[in-house]
C-alpha cells in the first residue's frame, strides 16, 4: 500500500532527525550541558509547528558529542535512506539512475557514492518539478531563489520541517545563546504587516527583535537602529557581510558606542580577517563564520574556538572533489558538493552549488566532534582567469591585503571586459601609506599575472555596487 502524503512527511519530519543509524533515539541525557526552563518552553512552543523539534534539538547536542566514527556512520546510514527514497520517489534520480544503469542497492559502501550522479543548477533551473517528491503535495513544497553569478536566479524547493532552525539553536548554544534572547537583524525579510509581525512576536515570545533593512542604510536608519539596540540590549547581531561593514564603518567613523552583544553572526557572503578586525572593534563583540546556500540554509558555522566551521554531518553530507571528481586531502581546496540529508519534499543529492572550500585536519578543543571545514573563500566563478588560462582564484584574492587589516577599510577587485584588472582600496584614516601598501600587493598580483594583462591599484574614496552587493570580486 501507498503511503499518504501526511504519512511521508510525519516519517521524515524532524523526530526522524534524532535516530542513530540503528533507527534508535538517542536521548537528551547524551549529551553535555542542562537546558533552561526558559528555553524548554520556547522549543516546546515551536514544536507545535514544527513537530519534534524540541526532541531534534535534544539529539543534535547529543550526536555533536561523539566520535568521528560514529559520525561518519550516521552520515552515510542516512545518506542510503535518502537514495532509495529519491530512486523510488523522485522523477529526476529515478530517470537519471535508470539512464545510467545505477541502482541506490550498487551503492554499498562509502566509498561507492562517487557513483551517484553530481546534480548542477542546469540540473535544477531546468528540471525543477521533476526533483519534486511524487509522495508529497507541490503545493507543500516553500520555493526560494538565489542569485547566481550569471545573474539569473535559481528556483529551489524544500518542505517545511526542514533542520535549519534546529542548527540555528544548536550554533546558539555554542555561543552561550538562548532561542529567547533579544536579536538586532540586518538583513532582508523584514515583518511588514501587522499579520507577519504578530505571528513572528507570539512565535518568539519573549524574545524581542529589531530589524534594519540592508537596502535602507543610511546615517539616520543606523542611528535609529542603534537608540533601539541600546533599549533592547541584543544578545546577537546577526546580518549580511556587506550591511554589518557598513554599519561597523558608520559607528567607527561617528566615534559611536554601540551596546555590546554577546556575537555578531555574519551571513551571506565571504568574510574577510579585515571586515572581523572592523566588526569586532565597531560592536564590541566576537564574529561568528557561517556557512550555508539558498539551496541548503544551514551547512556549517563557528563556536568559539573559531578554528573552523563545524559542519552539521548529521544532516549534510559535503563531500570536496577535484577536478576529476575525486575526494581532495584534507587542507586541499576543492569543489564543495553538498547532500541535504533531512529533506525529503525536494532531494538535493550530491548538488554542485559552486562554492570551493577545504577540510582541517585540526579537532576542536571545545569537545564539538563535528568535522571542520575552512571558511569558505568564494566561488569557482569568482575567480579571475588570465589569457593564458591561469584562475586568480577567490581564496587567494580575498586575503590579499589581511596583513593590512589596520590600514585597508574596504576593496574590490575588478576585471574589466578588455581583461585588465582594477584593484580599489579604501584606506583607513592612520594607514601606513598607500605606495607601501601598493608596492606589496602589486608584487603579490604580479607574481601570478606575469604581465599578461594590464594592473592599476589605486586609492578610492568608496567601493561600487554592482548590482545589490558591493562584492569583493567583480568582472563586467
Given at each position: 500500500m501507498s503511503k499518504t502524503s501526511k504519512q511521508i512527511v510525519q516519517e521524515f519530519s524532524l523526530r526522524n532527525i534524532g535516530k542513530n543509524s540503528y533507527g534508535e533515539q538517542l536521548r537528551a541525557n547524551n549529551y553535555k550541558g542542562a537546558m533552561n526552563f526558559a528555553t524548554y518552553v520556547c522549543l516546546l512552543r515551536y514544536s507545535i509547528v514544527k513537530k519534534g523539534a524540541l526532541t531534534a534539538y535534544k539529539n543534535a547536542m547529543a550526536r555533536q558529542q561523539l566520535p568521528a566514527s560514529k559520525l561518519h556512520e550516521i552520515t552515510w546510514e542516512k545518506t542510503l535512506r535518502l537514495l532509495e527514497y529519491a530512486y523510488d520517489n523522485v522523477p529526476w534520480y529515478t530517470k537519471r539512475f535508470k539512464t545510467i544503469g545505477l541502482h541506490p542497492k550498487d551503492i554499498a559502501r562509502?566509498?561507492?557514492?562517487?557513483?551517484?550522479?553530481?546534480?548542477?543548477?542546469?540540473?535544477l533551473m531546468n528540471n525543477f518539478d521533476h526533483f519534486i517528491s511524487?509522495?508529497?503535495?507541490?503545493?507543500?513544497?516553500?520555493?526560494?531563489?538565489?542569485?547566481?553569478?550569471?545573474?539569473?536566479?535559481?528556483?529551489?524547493?524544500?518542505?517545511?520541517?526542514?533542520?535549519?532552525q534546529i542548527r540555528?539553536?544548536?550554533?546558539?548554544?555554542?555561543?552561550?545563546?538562548?532561542?529567547?534572547?533579544?536579536?538586532?537583524?540586518?538583513?532582508?525579510?523584514?515583518?511588514?504587516?501587522?499579520?507577519?509581525?504578530?505571528?513572528?512576536?507570539?512565535?518568539?515570545?519573549?524574545?524581542?527583535?529589531?530589524?534594519?533593512?540592508?537596502?535602507?542604510?543610511?546615517?539616520?536608519?543606523?542611528?535609529d537602529f542603534i537608540k533601539k539596540c541600546g533599549r533592547i540590549?541584543?544578545?546577537?547581531?546577526?546580518?549580511?557581510?556587506?550591511?554589518?561593514?557598513?554599519?561597523?564603518?558608520?559607528?567607527?567613523?561617528?566615534?559611536?558606542?554601540?551596546?555590546?552583544?554577546?556575537v555578531i553572526w555574519a551571513t551571506?557572503?565571504?568574510?574577510?580577517?579585515?571586515?572581523?578586525?572592523?566588526?569586532n572593534a565597531a560592536f564590541g563583540a566576537p564574529v561568528c563564520g557561517h556557512y550555508g546556500c539558498s539551496e541548503i540554509n544551514f551547512v556549517a558555522a563557528e563556536c568559539p574556538?573559531?578554528?573552523?566551521?563545524?559542519?552539521?554531518?548529521?544532516?549534510?553530507?559535503?563531500?570536496?572533489?577535484?577536478?576529476?571528481?575525486?575526494?581532495?586531502?584534507?587542507?586541499n581546496y576543492g569543489r564543495i558538493i553538498l547532500t541535504n540529508l533531512d529533506e525529503y519534499h525536494f532531494p538535493l543529492i550530491r548538488y554542485e552549488n559552486?562554492?570551493?572550500?577545504?577540510?582541517?585536519?585540526?579537532?576542536?578543543?571545545?569537545?564539538?566532534?563535528?568535522?571542520?571545514?575552512?571558511?569558505?573563500?568564494?566561488?569557482?566563478?569568482?575567480?579571475?582567469?588570465?589569457?593564458?588560462?591561469?584562475?586568480?582564484?577567490s581564496e587567494f584574492l580575498t586575503t590579499l591585503f589581511d596583513d593590512f587589516t589596520d590600514s585597508v577599510k574596504q576593496f574590490q577587485i575588478l576585471q574589466r571586459k578588455s581583461g585588465s584588472i582594477l584593484v580599489n582600496i579604501v584606506l583607513k584614516e592612520n594607514h601606513i601609506g598607500m605606495e607601501k601598501?601598493?608596492?606589496?600587493?602589486?608584487?603579490?598580483?604580479?607574481?601570478?599575472?606575469?604581465?599578461?594583462v594590464r594592473l592599476l591599484i589605486r586609492n578610492v574614496g568608496g567601493i561600487k555596487s554592482y548590482g545589490e552587493r558591493a562584492g569583493f570580486i567583480v568582472k563586467e
Open positions: 562509502p566509498e561507492h557514492f562517487n557513483q551517484v550522479p553530481i546534480v548542477t543548477r542546469d540540473d511524487t509522495k508529497v503535495n507541490p503545493l507543500s513544497v516553500k520555493v526560494s531563489y538565489t542569485r547566481g553569478s550569471s545573474g539569473e536566479p535559481l528556483k529551489v524547493g524544500m518542505g517545511k520541517f526542514g533542520s535549519g540555528k539553536w544548536q550554533m546558539y548554544s555554542w555561543w552561550g545563546l538562548n532561542p529567547w534572547d533579544n536579536v538586532a537583524l540586518l538583513q532582508r525579510g523584514v515583518p511588514r504587516t501587522g499579520w507577519e509581525k504578530f505571528i513572528f512576536n507570539v512565535m518568539g515570545w519573549p524574545k524581542k527583535a529589531i530589524w534594519l533593512d540592508p537596502n535602507q542604510i543610511n546615517g539616520k536608519g543606523i542611528q540590549r541584543p544578545k546577537l547581531i546577526h546580518g549580511d557581510v556587506g550591511a554589518l561593514d557598513a554599519v561597523a564603518d558608520f559607528i567607527i567613523d561617528n566615534n559611536l558606542k554601540f551596546p555590546p552583544p554577546k551571506g557572503a565571504a568574510l574577510t580577517r579585515s571586515q572581523e578586525d572592523k566588526m574556538s573559531k578554528i573552523g566551521l563545524h559542519v552539521f554531518s548529521d544532516s549534510v553530507n559535503l563531500e570536496i572533489l577535484d577536478e576529476f571528481d575525486m575526494p581532495v586531502k584534507k587542507g559552486g562554492d570551493i572550500g577545504r577540510w582541517l585536519p585540526a579537532r576542536c578543543k571545545s569537545g564539538i566532534g563535528l568535522p571542520l571545514l575552512d571558511r569558505v573563500k568564494g566561488r569557482i566563478s569568482d575567480g579571475i582567469v588570465l589569457p593564458d588560462g591561469t584562475v586568480l582564484a601598501i601598493e608596492a606589496i600587493a602589486r608584487h603579490r598580483l604580479q607574481r601570478r599575472i606575469k604581465n599578461q
